[in-house]
């Protein structure tokens, strides 16, 4: 039985969790993480390209990518680094930006911080994106949106990418 009251209960009812391992060793993962010029050949799901606008990998610097669609539609996004562990992690703002909404016409999600665990495997690689939400109702709000799908679909696009890298 679950207490509603249990902190980390409540947490977790925020939280998406999607884990993913790459044949690849972490310090190339990480960079093709970091690396705008890398970003740009696999963000986004798979039919998608991004633009890398600006990706100042520092506590405190600013991020934003546009997705563009099939069909030309951009989707911009952004975000404020606020920790770094080289390798290890890299916790983050991920903000919808301006007009996105009149893009999918809907009531987007807020305030959400992504955290991504890079971990050793023997010259493999887990990546663990823990997605927060403010509410259960944003986090639902984005599994609505299709987070959970967009991020498999780039981490498909990402593992393609590595395995030519």
């Keep these: 039985m679950s207490n509603k ?9 925020r939280e998406i969790v999607i884990t993913r391992i790459f044949n690849a060793p972490r310090e190339l993962v990480f960079q093709v ?4 010029k890398h970003v740009a050949q696999w963000w986004g799901p798979k039919g998608f ?6 990706l100042d990998l520092r506590p405190g610097g600013k991020w934003r990518y546009v997705m563009i669609g099939p069909d030309g ?37 807020r305030g959400i911080v992504m955290t991504a665990i890079f971990e050793d495997l023997a010259g493999k690689t887990k990546l663990t994106l823990q997605i927060m939400h403010e509410s259960v ?16 679909s780039s981490f498909d696009c990402l593992d393609e990418f590595l395995a030519k890298t």
């Design 5 to 13: 009251n249990d902190p980390t209960n409540a947490q977790s009812e």
């Design 33 to 36: 993480w970091t690396d705008p």
């Design 49 to 54: 390209t991004t633009r890398v606008t600006e």
């Design 73 to 109: 539609t951009e989707y911009p996004v952004k975000g404020v680094f606020r920790e770094i562990v080289p390798l290890e992690r890299i916790v983050t703002s991920d903000e919808f930006d301006e007009g996105f909404e009149k893009i999918v016409n809907a009531d987007l999600p």
């Design 137 to 152: 109702e944003d986090r639902f709000k984005h599994e609505q949106m299709g987070v959970i799908a967009g991020w498999n």
